[in-house]
Every structure is written in structure tokens, then in C-alpha cells.
């Protein structure tokens, strides 16, 4: 999980969605676009400072223009983008104390064009420009009050469990008031008209004593059938059938880890005689869909709930609403626009939007990388369907015959394990990273470190000998015994 207040997060993760690295001699009007990108998408992190490889060459020696990047977002912006600024302490790659510049921007409720007039959106790791049909299907979208912001009838603060509130508070580091002053203080959670209170949707959904009170619906349900097709009648082939309700985070919780329990797995004989394990779908995708559908669904919407439907060769999640904003079938890799921000900030904060705007796009990689069809997206009047295939998809038998992308998968797996291993056992002594680097022959710093050394690092097998200073020039890392 990416986090921004990591120097070697910002330094080496790959640029996305909400991530972007530039140089401290970046001229301001160049600087404006990827600001503007942005605003007009989710917000994100600029790291100044830092090079596209990662390199850091800090600020200290760019002061004249820095002061003209710091005017970007009031004066090269329209109209103006908010946004939070931090210094943090760094050593540059010619081994002295340097700085860089973290800047978050803020999304706007507003479309934001630089000084030419021309606007841009975040799109992976691009800053795409809008031609006139998009610029006025985003202006149209931004134009729409967000149903999370809406009063809720009859809600009252009584109605929020406050404990979760200090919950959530104290995982995101807020500390400049109670839970209370938190919902009073921030997205308008709760605010007060006349003399009454007034609590908005996402309030209840999210730290709610009991949301379906208010809403009936807002629950996730899953459907297991026996067979290829649903049946009615005298044929009906439903054999599981589960609903989980509660808070938003409950619900995602409890149907993701059930749904775990109902992935099918097969067992076959790999490379080097070593039996492995494959689901018949990889994990991420169908955790993604799940998480995906209650993110974004339109709460507006009170006749039905979000359905997980699994069948014997393939698998659909039927979310409630069409696709928001800017995004449409044939662009759903390439745009993401959240219906619900305050719903996705939430559960980004939760690790459980894995890649904040990139999901969709890894779902069609892992499927691919994992032999299978890609995912498929259909929208009707006000339901989206996306469905994932499995290797029985099309085939009259349930065989589970090896491809050629399930050896070459096995290839891939059985070259990281082995790599994995030599650098811990290299690493019995602790080691620089170009030492690592050096003995295995790696070039690549950057795949270097996704593929090797984030892994290891997250799983606690490889240790830093200074964790406090993880961009120290005299960083080693240690296998841990």
C-alpha cells in the first residue's frame, strides 16, 4: 500500500493514479497540468524533488523556483486548487541533507483549467487533456451533488456509534478534536441548521449504530448456484445464499472473507516436483469487484442490494447504479471517477482500495497473467454487471486442463521464489541495495524493487539495519533469522 509519508514510497513506487514524481527545475506552467489533472479526478501526491527514476535531488538548490511553483496552484489554476504542502528531510544522491516538497492536491468540486485554458484528467499515471465532449461530460459530472452529502430523514448524532468514529480517527492520525468535533469539522458528516442536527448519508453508512435502519438495502448479498445459469420453479439451483449488513466496512469484511471460503482451488504437480495450489480466479480480481461495487454503488437507489453471484464458470457482481462521470464501458481501464469520495477515502484509509483508481486496469492483468478471459463490464437502466470467467467458461466439461500462460506463470513464480531466496541468503550479512543488486545482476532499480525487494520487505523477511531513515545513504538490509 502506498503510503506518502514514506520517503522511499514516494522515491520508488510506480507513479499512479494519485502519484507523481517531479524534478525541483520543472517549470511552473508544467507543473500546473498534472495539478490540474488531479483536482479534476481524486487528488493525489506531487513529490518535488524527486526525478521520474527515483532519484533525489532534493530543493534546496532550486529556491528562485521553487517560490514560483508554490504560486502554481493559486495562480496558474483556475479556478484555484487547494492543496497541503510538507517538507520532509531527505539525503540526496550526492549523499547531503536535502529536502523535498510533498504537495497534496485536493479534489475540486469544481472543473479546474490551467492559465491556457485547457483541462486535464488523471488517468493511471498520465495527465490526459480533454477534448470539448469530455470537458463537457466532466463538467456535467462535477456538476452533481454527491447523494453521500444528502440529510438523511430523521437521523440524528444519537443514530452514530462514536467509538467507531474515534476508531477511525486514530487510524488516520486526527488529532485536533474529539469524535464528535471530527463529524462537525470535516465533509460535513454533521451539521447543524436552526436548532437541529442534520446528518448526512455517508455519516450513517459509515460510522451508522444501525444503517438499515435508514437504509433497508445498502447490504451486499451473495448468491451461490449450482450449474452454469440461474433457475426458477421446480429447477431452482440456488445452494448458498448469504446477506451481510452493518457499517460499510462490516460489509465488505464479512462478504469478502465468506466469499474466500466459496473460491474453488485446484491442485496440480509444478516445476521442481512442488504441488501448487490455484484458484479458480485471483484473489485481487474478484476482491476488487466486491469492494468496487460497494465504493461506488448509487445509494439512491433503495429496491435492491449489491448481489455476488457465483456459478460454476464464471462470477458477477451486480452493483446498483451505471457507471459515474466520465467513465463508460470501453473506457473503464483508462477513467475512474468516484460517486461516493467520502465512501472511497474512507476505505482507501482501510487498505481496502488496494490501488486507489487503478483497480480496474490490474483485474484485467491478473486475469490475463492468470490464463483466463478478461473481465467483462455491462450496464443495464440502472445496473452495472461485471463478471469474471473462469477455465470452464465455454467448455461442456469441468476440466482444469494447464495452458500455456499457467506454465509460463509457473516459470515467472518459480524465478521470484528462487531470486527471493538467493537475496536472503546473501543477506545473511547485511547489504547495500546496489550490493543485492550487483550480485544478481539486476539493472533495473525500479522492478528491482517492486518485484524483490517491496515483497520481502512487507512480508518481514528482509529488515532495514536503519528503519528510521529508510532513504539513508548507509541503509543496509539484513534477512531477518
Known amino acids: 500500500m502506498f503510503d506518502p509519508n514514506k520517503i522511499e514510497d514516494l522515491q520508488f513506487s510506480t507513479e499512479k493514479q494519485i502519484m507523481d514524481r517531479k524534478s525541483a527545475r520543472i517549470k511552473a506552467v508544467d507543473l500546473a497540468i498534472p495539478i490540474v489533472a488531479m483536482a479534476n479526478a481524486d487528488g493525489g501526491y506531487l513529490a518535488i524533488g524527486i526525478e521520474d527514476d527515483g532519484t533525489i535531488t532534493g530543493i534546496d538548490a532550486n529556491e528562485k523556483n521553487l517560490n514560483e511553483l508554490l504560486r502554481v496552484p493559486y495562480d496558474f489554476c483556475i479556478p484555484s486548487v487547494q492543496v497541503d504542502l510538507k517538507t520532509m528531510d531527505v539525503v540526496d544522491a550526492k549523499g547531503q541533507p536535502n529536502h523535498i516538497l510533498r504537495m497534496q492536491i485536493l479534489p475540486n468540486n469544481k472543473v479546474v483549467a490551467n492559465q491556457a485554458d485547457e483541462v486535464y484528467l488523471r488517468v493511471g499515471d498520465k495527465s490526459k487533456k480533454l477534448n470539448f465532449e469530455q470537458r463537457l461530460q466532466l463538467v456535467y459530472a462535477k456538476g452533481v451533488k454527491y447523494f453521500e452529502e444528502q440529510p438523511v430523514a430523521g437521523a440524528t448524532i444519537n443514530d452514530i456509534d462514536l467509538e467507531v468514529v474515534a476508531e477511525y480517527c486514530k ?184 490501488e486507489f483508481g487503478e483497480g480496474v486496469d490490474r483485474i484485467y492483468r491478473d486475469m490475463e497473467e492468470a490464463g483466463l478471459p478478461e473481465p467483462e463490464y455491462r450496464q443495464s437502466e440502472f445496473m452495472l454487471y461485471a463478471t469474471l470467467k473462469n477455465k470452464n467458461w465455454g467448455k461442456e466439461d469441468a476440466s482444469w486442463a494447464d495452458t500455456a500462460q499457467d506454465r509460463a506463470q509457473d516459470r515467472a513464480q518459480d524465478e521470484t521464489q528462487d531470486k527471493s531466496t538467493m537475496i536472503l541468503d546473501f543477506c545473511v550479512k547485511p547489504r547495500t541495495k546496489q550490493e543485492i543488486m550487483d550480485h544478481l545482476g539486476f539493472s533495473s532499480r525500479r522492478q528491482f524493487n517492486e518485484r524483490y525487494m517491496k515483497p520481502l520487505l512487507e512480508a518481514g523477511k528482509l529488515v532495514m539495519t536503519i528503519p528510521d531513515k529508510p532513504s539513508s545513504k548507509n541503509q543496509k538490509y539484513v534477512a531477518k533469522k
Open 171 to 354: 487510524k488516520i492520525g486526527y488529532d485536533k478534536g474529539d469524535a464528535e468535533f471530527y463529524l462537525r469539522h470535516n465533509h460535513d458528516f454533521v451539521v447543524t441548521r436552526g436548532d437541529e442536527d442534520v446528518v448526512s448519508g455517508a455519516a450513517i453508512l459509515l460510522f451508522g449504530k444501525n444503517p438499515q435502519r435508514f437504509f433497508p438495502r445498502a447490504r451486499v448479498r451473495f448468491v451461490r448456484y449450482e450449474g452454469k445459469t440461474a433457475e426458477v420453479g421446480d429447477r431452482m439451483n440456488v445452494v448458498k445464499d448469504e446477506k451481510f449488513d452493518g457499517r460499510i466496512l462490516d460489509q465488505v469484511r464479512a462478504a469478502t472473507a465468506f466469499v474466500k471460503t466459496q473460491i474453488r482451488e485446484y491442485t496440480k504437480l509444478g516445476a521442481g516436483g512442488v504441488f501448487r495450489t490455484t484458484p479458480e480466479f485471483p484473489e485481487f480480481c474478484w476482491t476488487e469487484l466486491i469492494v468496487n461495487a460497494v465504493a461506488h454503488r448509487d445509494y439512491s437507489i433503495g429496491g435492491t442490494d449489491i448481489q455476488i453471484k457465483m456459478f460454476d464458470d464464471h462470477f458477477t457482481v451486480e452493483s446498483p447504479g451505471i457507471l459515474p462521470g466520465l467513465v463508460r464501458v470501453n473506457n473503464i481501464r483508462e477513467f475512474h471517477f468516484s460517486r461516493n469520495p467520502m465512501i472511497v477515502e474512507f476505505l482507501n484509509e482501510y487498505d481496502l482500495v488496494k
